[in-house]
C-alpha cells in the first residue's frame, strides 16, 4: 500500500500572529505569577521551617526561567526568527525540567532523612490552593495556542506550568496532613514522583518531543503512534497550505 504524504496546513499570518501574541501575554502573565509566588513560598517557608514550601519556591523560580526563554523567542516578530530560535528555547525548557527535578529529589530525600515536621501555615495552604486554580488555566490556554499555532516550545513550557499544579497539590496535601496529623513524610514521598515526571517531560522536551506531554489528550496521538498533536493546526477563517517537500 502506497503512502501519501499530507501537506501541513498553518494558520493565515493573520492567525498566526494573534497565536503569537496571546502566547505573549500568557508567558508574561505566568512569569509575574511565579515570581510572586516564589517570593511568598520562600519568605514563609523560612518562617515555618517548611522545606515543602522552600522548594515550591525554588520551583516557581526555575519555571520563570523557562517561561523566558519562551518570551524570547516570541519577543520576535518575525515568524522564522521565532521558529530559528525554537530548538535553543526548548534546550532551555529542558535544563528548567531537569533543575527542577534534581531540586525537588534533593530536597524530598533530605526532608525524608531529617524527619522534620514543619509548623502549620496558613499562609502556605492558601497559596498552594490559589496556584490549583491560577496554574492549569495558564497551561491549557498556552497549550491550546502553542498546538494551533505548532510551537513545541510554547508547549513544552505549558507542561512546566502543569507540573506547578501537581506540586501545589503535592504542597497542598503535605501541609494539611502534616498539620492535622504530623505525617511528615507525606509531601517529600509525593513530591519525588513529581520529580520523576520532570525527568520524563525534561527528555522529551530536549528530543523535542513536547507535544507528548501529559497534559496533551488520547486523541494527540498520531495514528502510526508517533505524536502529531505540535502540527500546524487549521485555523478557522482560514489556513495556507504548505507544498509538500
Same mark, same amino acid.
Given at each position: 500500500?502506497?503512502?501519501?504524504?499530507?501537506?501541513?496546513?498553518?494558520?493565515?499570518?493573520?492567525?498566526?500572529?494573534?497565536?503569537?501574541?496571546?502566547?505573549?501575554?500568557?508567558?508574561?502573565?505566568?512569569?509575574?505569577?511565579?515570581?510572586?509566588?516564589?517570593?511568598?513560598?520562600?519568605?514563609?517557608?523560612?518562617? !515555618?521551617?517548611?522545606? %515543602? $514550601?522552600?522548594?515550591?519556591?525554588?520551583?516557581?523560580?526555575? *519555571?520563570?526561567? #523557562?517561561?523566558? /526563554? &519562551? =518570551?524570547?523567542?516570541?519577543?520576535?516578530?518575525?515568524?522564522?526568527?521565532?521558529?530559528?530560535?525554537?530548538?535553543?528555547?526548548?534546550?532551555?525548557?529542558?535544563?528548567?525540567?531537569?533543575?527542577?527535578?534534581?531540586?525537588?529529589?534533593?530536597?524530598?530525600?533530605?526532608?525524608?532523612?531529617?524527619?522534620?515536621?514543619?509548623?502549620?501555615?496558613?499562609?502556605?495552604?492558601?497559596?498552594?490552593?490559589?496556584?490549583? !486554580?491560577?496554574?492549569? %488555566? $495558564?497551561?491549557?490556554?498556552?497549550?491550546?495556542?502553542?498546538? *494551533?499555532?505548532? #510551537?513545541?516550545? /510554547? &508547549? =513544552?513550557?505549558?507542561?512546566?506550568?502543569?507540573?506547578?499544579?501537581?506540586?501545589?497539590?503535592?504542597?497542598?496535601?503535605?501541609?494539611?496532613?502534616?498539620?492535622?496529623?504530623?505525617?511528615?513524610?507525606?509531601?517529600?514521598?509525593?513530591?519525588?514522583?513529581?520529580?520523576?515526571?520532570?525527568?520524563?517531560?525534561?527528555?522529551?522536551?530536549?528530543?523535542?518531543?513536547?507535544?507528548?506531554?501529559?497534559?496533551?489528550?488520547?486523541?494527540?496521538? %498520531?495514528?502510526?503512534?508517533?505524536?502529531?498533536?505540535?502540527?500546524?493546526?487549521?485555523?478557522?477563517?482560514? /489556513? &495556507?497550505?504548505?507544498?509538500?517537500?
Amino acid at each position: 500500500m502506497s503512502t501519501t504524504a499530507v501537506p501541513a496546513l498553518r494558520p493565515a499570518p493573520v492567525r498566526q500572529e494573534a497565536l503569537a501574541r496571546r502566547i505573549r501575554w500568557l508567558v508574561a502573565g505566568t512569569i509575574a505569577y511565579n515570581v510572586v509566588e516564589a517570593v511568598v513560598a520562600l519568605g514563609e517557608g523560612v518562617r !515555618v521551617s517548611s522545606s %515543602a $514550601l522552600v522548594g515550591f519556591g525554588v520551583d516557581s523560580a526555575i *519555571e520563570v526561567a #523557562s517561561a523566558l /526563554a &519562551v =518570551a524570547w523567542q516570541f519577543s520576535a516578530r518575525d515568524p522564522e526568527v521565532r521558529e530559528r530560535r525554537e530548538h535553543r528555547a526548548l534546550r532551555v525548557v529542558a535544563v528548567s525540567f531537569f533543575a527542577l527535578a534534581a531540586f525537588v529529589t534533593a530536597d524530598a530525600v533530605g526532608a525524608l532523612v531529617a524527619g522534620q515536621a514543619a509548623q502549620h501555615s496558613t499562609v502556605g495552604l492558601v497559596l498552594a490552593a490559589v496556584s490549583l !486554580v491560577v496554574m492549569p %488555566a $495558564l497551561s491549557t490556554a498556552q497549550r491550546r495556542a502553542g498546538r *494551533e499555532l505548532g #510551537s513545541r516550545s /510554547a &508547549v =513544552a513550557d505549558s507542561a512546566q506550568t502543569m507540573l506547578c499544579t501537581y506540586l501545589s497539590a503535592v504542597l497542598l496535601v503535605g501541609l494539611a496532613l502534616n498539620s492535622a496529623f504530623g505525617w511528615s513524610w507525606a509531601d517529600p514521598v509525593a513530591a519525588l514522583v513529581i520529580a520523576a515526571v520532570a525527568v520524563r517531560e525534561g527528555v522529551q522536551a530536549w528530543r523535542g518531543d513536547a507535544c507528548c506531554a501529559p497534559t496533551a489528550t488520547a486523541d494527540d496521538a %498520531a495514528p502510526d503512534g508517533g505524536c502529531s498533536c505540535c502540527a500546524p493546526a487549521a485555523a478557522g477563517g482560514g /489556513a &495556507v497550505e504548505e507544498p509538500a517537500r
